[in-house]
């Protein structure tokens, strides 16, 4: 009979998650400035309009703004793992062995938070209930947004 080899449980992650009022405090500040940075964008498409405002629903403008929204989180996690909110409230999202997030990632994690708020925000809430903290777009995306410790700043 030939012995199995078993594989250690893995260690406790070297990390704090964030938890949902941190989280919630960083996307507060992100809505003020992704609400500004709309705002930028729209007034660089009116002169392609004529200075007429743009139809509700016009599907152009809103894939415009949505992919303005998108590069806006996505730059930031990707280049550093903080926006502008999160850097203020010392969170950060990585892959779980601390790496920084793919352009995928970004994308998943974008789409499945939108879908979250859309739920009346469960996806958030879920993070309340779940053993590690994490929230939908956490768990889909595989990132993890954790707790800058003061000393690393």
Do not use: C
Not at 70 to 80: N, P, S, T, V
């Amino acid at each position: 009979m030939t012995k199995r080899k078993t594989t250690p449980a893995p260690a406790a992650p070297p990390y704090q998650t964030a938890g949902l009022l941190r989280r919630l405090g960083a996307i507060l500040y992100d809505s003020l400035l992704l609400l500004a940075l709309l705002s930028v964008a729209t007034a660089l498409v009116l002169p392609l309009t004529g200075g007429e405002a743009i139809a509700p629903g016009n599907p152009l403008y809103t894939s415009y703004l949505f992919f303005v929204g998108f590069f806006f989180f996505a730059w930031f996690w990707i280049h550093g793992g903080q926006t502008l909110g999160m850097r203020a409230w010392r969170i950060r999202v990585q892959q779980r062995n601390g790496a920084p997030i793919t352009w995928g990632q970004a994308l998943l994690r974008f789409l499945v938070a939108i879908a979250s708020w859309l739920l009346l925000g469960a996806g958030f809430l879920w993070a309340l209930f779940d053993k590690e903290r994490m929230t939908w777009h956490d768990r889909y995306s595989q990132t993890v947004l954790v707790v800058v410790p003061k000393d690393a700043e």
